[in-house]
């Protein structure tokens, strides 16, 4: 037997991790464009362009990781608690979207509520690499939880990075040189997180390919070898 619910509930976290890819790639370009140059008001239209672009992805991306857990799980269980994190972050993204509105995107609570967004974007990773490479083990197919594992701890870095990024926003004095530094850390950062994307995506392809090619054979039961002997 085939895993297929799993096979196709991967593909569609594969298209969700193609759409970070681009947005990842449009993200760094505008970042390269901007940030040099110091003058935001110059760029405004390219900037609201890219905050709309934002949403759109980001929509796009959820609905389409929810599918995807949504039918995995019929197969492996554990992407039953990725799918509950998922919908955790949808309420969470809805709830820091009403915040911004109201307070704004400097106050602390958004930014406490970006840090919980970021925490749970690791768990939900982790959920999913974890279901993977329990049906990779069912697969006997030992080299995928090992790059699913160094792929987690990469994942991990750059959310991690990103977090670190927000705080020293944060508590950085508003003078030129803070800016530069900042400027250089998100460009940085930016492109760590554009790798990082693109490696995920190679392993849900990796992963979808080894659902759709390989065959689970359970293993016989005591009493089926007593009955074939």
């Known amino acids: 037997m085939r895993f297929a619910n799993a096979a196709d509930g991967v593909r569609k976290l594969r298209i969700a991790q193609l759409l970070s890819v681009i947005f990842a790639i449009v993200t760094l370009l505008t970042l390269l464009l901007v940030l040099p140059d110091g003058n935001i008001l110059k760029f405004r239209f390219l900037v609201i362009l890219l905050g ?32 509950t994190v998922l919908i ?26 970006s840090l919980a967004g970021t925490a749970l974007n690791i768990f939900s990773t982790y959920y999913i690499i974890h279901g993977i490479s329990n049906l990779a083990v069912r697969l006997k197919d030992l080299e995928l939880p090992l790059a699913g594992s160094r792929m987690l701890r990469l994942y991990i870095v750059v959310e991690c990075s990103s977090i670190l990024i927000s705080i020293l926003t944060e508590i950085m004095p508003n003078n030129d040189a803070a800016a530069m530094v900042l400027t250089g850390l998100g460009i940085g950062a930016a492109v760590f997180s554009l790798i990082a994307a693109i490696l995920f995506y190679r392993y849900l392809t990796r992963a979808e390919r080894m659902l759709r090619t390989k065959r689970f054979d359970p293993e016989p039961s005591v009493y089926q070898t007593a009955a074939g002997q």
Do not use: C, W
């Open 52 to 83: 709309l672009s934002a949403l759109v992805f980001s929509i796009s991306i959820l609905v389409l990781q929810l599918t995807g857990v949504s039918r995995a799980k019929r197969d492996e269980r554990t992407f039953r608690e990725a799918q």
């Open 88 to 113: 955790v972050s949808l309420v969470l993204g809805v709830f820091q979207g009403l915040v911004s509105s109201l307070y704004g995107e400097n106050s602390p609570i958004y930014f406490l509520l």
